[in-house]
């Protein structure tokens, strides 16, 4: 089962994205993770990234598509995957149809966690104080929201448009109550499926 983990920055996708993962036994592919790492070991790609994510922007389409094509092509990803950060943008979205069509594959269900800012913007805050993320500051926080908003939130219209079912979660709730509505959203469609 091929799903995308979606919802706007501090919406909690990390740390649902680790339940869904031990539950179904999907891979969590996260985008976001995968480029700090890479800025962090100070490789070609991460030096290219590092600034683009410092100031809250969008890593460009191109480069983005080339790192998930590549992960998606490995063996542990043949069974699905659970996207997070990706796609991103309604080009990144078509671009990840036409990857997974070449192989008979599409997506199957986009789970969107919905958060109201005041909550994503403390959320984010406090995740600075823990965890000494750099691009966890309120300026970039605020314009890492207006590109969620205008950027990536039409993604979800782009796969309710292609008949891709998209489940939205009410995402301001303890950490328990969000995972049990992922896993019933999950369990109606794997059960649709089968």
Do not use: W
Request: proline share 5%; glycine share 10%.
């Amino acid at each position: 089962m091929i799903t995308i983990l979606f919802g706007p920055p501090g919406g909690g996708k990390g740390t649902q994205a680790a339940h869904i993962t031990e539950r179904f036994g999907l891979p969590h592919v996260s985008t976001g993770e995968m480029l700090r790492k890479e800025a962090d070991k100070g490789t070609e790609l991460g030096n290219e990234v590092a600034p683009i994510m410092a100031e809250g922007r969008l890593v460009p389409d191109d480069l983005i598509v080339r790192v998930i094509e590549v992960r998606l092509a490995e063996p542990d990803a043949a069974r699905g995957v659970l996207l997070d950060g990706f796609p991103r943008t309604v080009s990144q979205a078509d671009s990840l149809d036409r990857m997974l069509g070449k192989s008979g594959r599409r997506v199957d269900l986009v789970l969107c966690l919905d958060v109201p800012e005041q909550v994503l913007v403390d959320r984010l805050l406090g995740r600075a104080r823990e965890e000494g993320r750099a691009d966890d500051n309120l300026d970039t926080i605020q314009t890492r929201l207006t590109v969620y908003r205008r950027d990536t939130a039409p993604v979800l219209d782009h796969y309710r448009n292609s008949g891709v079912r998209v489940e939205t979660v009410d995402g301001d709730a303890s950490v328990e109550e969000v995972t049990r509505r992922i896993y019933k959203a999950m369990d109606r469609v794997a059960g649709s499926r089968a």
